[in-house]
């Protein structure tokens, strides 16, 4: 059973920063491949990060958060980031991690990528 806790949401000012934690147990394999997707009212699930591979990782970012978001990972791959600077009213949402190496992970597919498990979510709160 893997499971997946986040950590680090919060509310911030517009031109702020938070780093998401994504905290992964119960199976290493499941590290190889990550995401971060948000949430906001109203509005469909977007993915926003991801990272895949075991020694050479790629990493893909949603065009709207390039050059300000970070995805990362731990040595041990327990535990993926997110920080995000510069943030803006539109990063509002609820983010979630996703682990799990369904299939292999490319340009075309990372944004829809069916992980096998995902967090509860943690609230990320941007004002003007």
């Known amino acids: 059973q893997v499971q997946l806790v986040e950590s680090g949401g919060g509310s911030v000012q517009a031109g702020g920063s938070l780093r998401l934690s994504c905290a992964v147990s119960?199976?290493?394999?499941?590290?190889?491949?990550m995401g971060w997707f948000r949430q906001a009212p109203g509005k469909e699930r977007e993915g926003v990060a991801a990272i895949f591979g075991g020694v050479n990782k790629r990493t893909y970012y949603v065009e709207t958060v390039k050059g300000r978001f970070t995805i990362s990972q731990d040595n041990a791959k327990t535990t993926v980031y997110l920080q995000m600077n510069s943030l803006k009213p539109e990063d509002t949402g609820m983010y979630f991690c996703?682990?799990?190496?369904?299939?292999?992970?490319?340009?075309?597919?990372?944004?829809?990528?069916?992980?096998?498990?995902r967090g509860q979510g943690t609230q990320v709160t941007v004002s003007s």
């Open positions: 119960g199976s290493p394999s499941s590290s190889n491949c």
């Open positions: 996703a682990a799990g190496c369904a299939a292999p992970m490319n340009d075309d597919n990372w944004r829809s990528y069916q992980y096998p498990w």
